[in-house]
C-alpha cells in the first residue's frame, strides 16, 4: 500500500494520483514487499534434540504475550511484530524437557536469533531457565547500526538523545561521517519528527522517555527518505497490561571552576540548586479492556554559567557625547543563558480488538531559553529571549492479519513554533521607552550601556504526516515491506515586525512597520512531499541480503521567475520573465546490504546506496522574492544571497565495506570501511542580468567527499567491568562548509571559483571509549572518554586584505574530555531506590574544539591583544566549565 500526501487543490491530487500509483506498481512487482517495521523487532532461529535433529511443532512463546510460533518441519520458527525489549522466551515439545530462556534482548528492526536444542524428557522435572548473553556483535548487520537499550542508557553519564548520538562512531559534533549537519532523519517509533524548516529534530528527547534508541551512521534501508547522512529512531517507553509501574528522578546541580582559568568577569558563589530536575512518569493498565498507558511529565532549570552584571538597565540615558554614564541597575550577578524546559510524554495502547492494536502518543516541549551576547553583558535586562512549543502527536494502527503478515498505518501531526524576540508585540511601547542599544568604545570595552535587542524572527512549522506499510514473512527466508509515507506542511518565518531608526524633526525615534514592502513579514508556504518503497530482507543461514528501492516526490508549491536573467522583469527590451510554477522534483533510490559469514562468529559485509533529501526548506523560501532586484542597476553588484523554491534533492552516493566478529565470549570487532561522494549540495551561484548587472542567489552547485574507517571494540568481562571503545579516522572535504561561504569570499574579495578543501568539521581522529563497573542492582560506576583531534580553521599572518592563508590549512590543538556517573541502589519499602552523582568535563578542560584566533590557533591569546581585546574579555569562547550533579531515583512495581 502507499500513501498521498494531499495538495491544496483536487487537480493537485488527481495529478499526484496520476505519478504515484505507475510508480508504486512498478516497485510491487520489482520487490514485493520488505523489511520488518522499524518500531518492530523480529525473533527466528531453529529448535533441535539432543541428536541434532529437527523438532517439529515445537512451541516458542514470548512470556507474557501472546506472541509466538510453532517450528516447521526443518525445525525453524519465525515470530514478527514483536515490541522492542528484554523478554522470556518458552520453548516446549511433547516429550521433551522445557526450557525458559530469559533476559533476551528484541531490538527494533532487527532480527533476534534463538537456537537452542531440547532433551527428551524421562521423568517429570522441571523446567530448565538459562540466561541468553546478548551478542557483542551482530554478525547478521550490513552496514553500522549502534542500538542502545534503556538499560545501557541508565548508566551512561548522558542526559538527552543528543548526548548518546555524539558517543557513536562516526558522528562529530551532529555531522555523521562527515555530511552536512541537517543530513538526518529523526524519528519517534519510526515517524519522522525532522522539522522541514532546517531538517533538525523537532521535539528534545530526555533519556527518561527512550526505550531504545537505533543509530544508522551507514547505509540505511529504503524505508528511510530525506537522510544523506544517516537515521536516528528514538522508542518511547510504554505501559505494561499486567502491573502499575511508577518511577521519578530528582537532581540538583551547579558548575564548579576557577574564574582565573577561564576569564570570567562575573562570577559568583557555588549554588548546588542553579540546575534543577524533576521526572515523574506513571504507566500500567487501564479501567478499560486491554488498554494501557504511560504518563510522564519533566521540568529543567538552569542558570548556565556565563554571567552578566546588571549594571545598567535598558531604559537608562546616558550622555555619550560627553561620556557621561548614568547607571540605574542594581549591580547584581545574573545568568546569562538561563534555560528552562517543561517536558511531557502520554503513551496510549488498546488490544481489545482481535490481532489489532491502537495507540496514541504525544510528547512535547516547551522551553525558554537566552543565549549569551558579550555585547549585554552589562545590560542583561536588554537581550532577547527564544521560546519554543513543539508537539508530536498522533494514531499507530497494526492489524496482524496472520502469524506471517500484519500492516501499521501511522498519523501524526509535528507542531513546532519558535520566536526570538525581545518583546511579542512590535507595537510593544517598552520598544519605544528603551530604544535601540547604544554603546561606547571607550567605555567597557563598548558594551551596551542601553537599549532593547530590535531583531525580531518567528518561525513555526505544522506539518501533518502519514505512513503506511505492510510486513509480510513469504517465506522462511524472505521477509518484505511495501509501503509509503507523505507530508503536508505549514511552513511560516520571517520577521514579525521591524523597528526601524527614522528621524523626525532631527530626533531619532523607532518606526514599527509590519509587511512594508521594504521589510517584508512572516510569509507561510505549503511544500508537499511524499514517497513509496519497497524492501526484501533476505536471510539464509547466516548470509543476509537486504535490497531496496525508493521513490520520492517533492513540490515547493509556490512560484518562481521564468528569466533569471530579467529576474524582477523590469529590463526593458528583455525578453518577459513571468511567474511559473516550479518544477516537481522526483528522484529514485536504490539500496542493497549484504552480509556473508566467514568465521563461525564473523562476516564481511557490504552495503551501497543513493540518498537523497531537499535542503532545509528555510533556506528555500528565504529572501526569495526576486522583486526585491527591481532597483538593480547595470555594473552594479549585490551580495545579498537571494533563495531559490526551484532547488532540487541533495545526493550523496555512499559505499561501506566491513568486517565484525566475535572472537571470544567476551570480545568483539566490528570495523567498518566507508565512503561517500556528495553532489548537488546547497552553495551559491551569481547570475548576470541582461543589463549587466550580477546578484547572488542559491542552488544545488556545492560537492564534497568524505572516506575514512571506524574500528569499535567491545570487551564484556566475566567480572564487573565492561570496556567500550571506538576509534573514527576520516576525511572530509569539501568546495565549502557554508551555503553562503562562497558569496562571503567574493564579497570580501576573495577568489569565489570552487576548490576542494577540509570542511569546518573534518575531525581526522576521534576516539570515544566507556568504561562501566556495575553490579546490577546494586552499584555502577561509569567513565566516558573522548579524545578529539583539532578540526581546521584558517591561519593568518597578519590583519587587513590578503592576511589569511589557504582556507582551513590550520588545525586547532587536540582535546580532552572526561564525563563520569556513580550509581547507588538500596531496596526500601518495595521501591527501587538510588543515589547518583556525574560530573561532565572532570577535569575542567577550556577548550574542545571550539573558537580559536586566527594569528596563534589558540583560544588563549592573539598577537594583536588591542585589536582582540573585546574577544579576549568574552568568556564564552571557552568549552563550559565543569558541572556537578547530584540526585536521586525511585522506581516501584505492582504487579497486577
Known sequence: MFFLRFPPSLRSVRLILLRVIPCAAILFFLLPASLVADTKGKLSGRILDKKGEPLLAANILIVGSSMGAMTDLEGYFVVINVPPGTYDVRISSIGYQTKIVQQLRISAGQTTTLNESLPEEVIESQEVIITADRPLVDVRQTSSVSILAKEDIAVLPVQDLSDIINLQAGVVDGHFRGGRKGEVQYQLDGVSVN????????????????????????????????????????????????????????????????????????????????IQNYQFSLSGPTFLPATTFLVGLRRYTSDGYLFGERRFSPTDRSDLESKTFYPTGDGSVVPMTPFGEWGGQLKLSNRSLDNIQVGYQAIGNNITEKRYNHFFRLNPDGEKTQRSVSLAHGFDWTHTLSDIMFYTVNVRQNFFEYSDLMYEDVFDPRYLE????????????????????????????????????????????????????????LLSFGSPGVLVPTTVGGVQVLLPRIDHPDYPGVRTYKPVSYAVFAQDRMEWNDITVRAGLRMEYFSANTRVPSDLQNPANTISGAPLSIPIKTTDKIVVAPRLGVSYPILERGSIFFSYGHFYQMPGLGQLFSNSDYSVLKELQAGGVSYGVLGNPDLKPEFTAQYEFGFKAEFTEYFGMDVSLFSKDIRDLLGVEFISTYAAAEYAHLTNVDFGTVSGFTIALDHRSFGMLNVNVDYTYQFAQGNSSDPRETATRAEAGEDPRPRQVPLLWDQRHTLNAVFVLQEPGDFSVTSIIKFASGQPYTPSIGTGFGASLEA?????????????????????????????????????????????????????????????????????????????????????????
Open 195 to 274: 522539522n522541514p524548516f532546517d531538517n533538525s529534530s523537532s521535539v528534545r528527547l530526555d533519556r527518561s522517555v527512550l526505550q531504545e534508541v537505533q543509530v544508522i551512521s551507514g547505509t540505511f534501508d529504503a524505508e528511510y527518505g530525506q537522510a544523506m547522512s544517516g537515521v536516528v529512531n528514538a522508542i518511547l517507553k510504554s505501559g505494561s497490561e499486567n502491573a502499575f509501574e511508577w518511577s521519578g528522578e530528582t537532581y540538583i546541580g551547579d558548575v564548579h571552576t576557577s574564574s582565573s582559568n577561564r576569564g570570567f568577569t562575573f562570577t559568583r558563589a557555588l549554588r548546588p540548586w542553579a
Open 434 to 489: 528603551a530604544g535601540d542599544p547604544k554603546s561606547d568604545a571607550t567605555y567597557s570595552l563598548g558594551a551596551a550601556v542601553q537599549g532593547v535587542d530590535l531583531n525580531r524572527f518567528r518561525q513555526k512549522t505544522n506539518s501533518f504526516v502519514v505512513k503506511a506499510s505492510a510486513t509480510y514473512q513469504a517465506t522462511r527466508s524472505h521477509l518484505m515491506k511495501l509501503g509509503g509515507e507523505g507530508q503536508l506542511s
Open 808 to 896: 582551513n590549512s590550520g588545525r586547532k590543538p587536540s582535546s580532552v574530555l572526561v564525563d563520569v556517573r556513580g550509581e547507588k541502589h538500596f531496596a526500601f519499602g518495595g521501591l527501587d531506590l538510588s543515589v547518583f552523582a556525574r560530573v561532565f568535563n572532570l577535569f575542567d578542560s577550556r577548550f574542545f574544539n571550539g573558537f580559536v584566533f586566527a594569528d596563534t590557533g589558540s583560544p588563549d591569546y592573539s598577537l594583536n591583544p588591542v585589536g582582540d581585546q573585546v574577544t579576549l574579555s568574552d568568556p564564552s569562547r571557552y568549552y563550559a566549565p565543569r558541572r556537578i550533579e547530584i540526585g536521586m531515583s525511585f522506581r516501584g512495581i505492582v504487579q497486577q
